[in-house]
């Protein structure tokens, strides 16, 4: 795939990331020299080589891509005036960031199923961990990190997804509103001067999805619920001691 996109440029890709699930792989990668001209944004200075960087998400069935999706880095959005960060910064990213980030770390099962839509689905498929709706999510609090141990909570990345690149207006208030956020985190629990690490990106889609006649469509979730998590580990993560 990167090769096929190579073969259309003058420029490389450079993948600086990788992550898997059991159905799916995803990708932080960086485009020298790609810049978002066609978004109908001015962009001035040099084209070549700063561009924007992406995590892209891929989700397989019978080897082949059935859905892709593009989360940007929040200082890009905000660089190219997209979305609801061209207007305040966008401080919704922040603030489901630290609930989810609490709620997590402190194993508090009514404050992470309060991050759940009713129909949420919550999927971390290399640990066996699979739940729906917010009462069964939030019982997952003391299996995704263990239920012993401090827990620590380090963001080593935050990637951010946009309803379109246009901004919020009177006519249409959620357009650009924040639809997704992606956490590239190392969980550490340290229990006895022992520590067990686990490395990945999480994403968490604030928005439902449905298919009308062969399209998919997205719809911005009014009060910032998660309707979607899955989690793609970085291949060379610790994984043992964790209950399942």
Known sequence: MWMAWESLTDYSIEVTGTFISTDGEAYNQEWPGLWP??????????????GPSFFETFLFEDGKVVQSDVWWYPMDNERFDLGCFAVDGCPA????????????????RDAVGALYADESLFVDSLLGLRASGPDSVGGLADDRFGSVGDLSFEILDLFSWTDGYGQPSESDPTHGSLMGVAIHYRGTVSDGGEEQVQEAVTTLELCRRYVRKLYTYTDPDPDGLIHREVVYREPNSLLVGVSS
Not at 37 to 50: F, H, K
Not at 93 to 108: C, F, K, M
Request: glycine residues 10%; hydrophobic residues 30%.
């Open 93 to 108: 990213l922040q603030e489901i960031v630290d609930r989810y980030v609490t709620g997590w770390t402190n194993r508090d």
């Open 37 to 50: 001209t066609d978004v109908g944004v001015p962009v001035e200075g040099p084209r070549d080589p700063a």
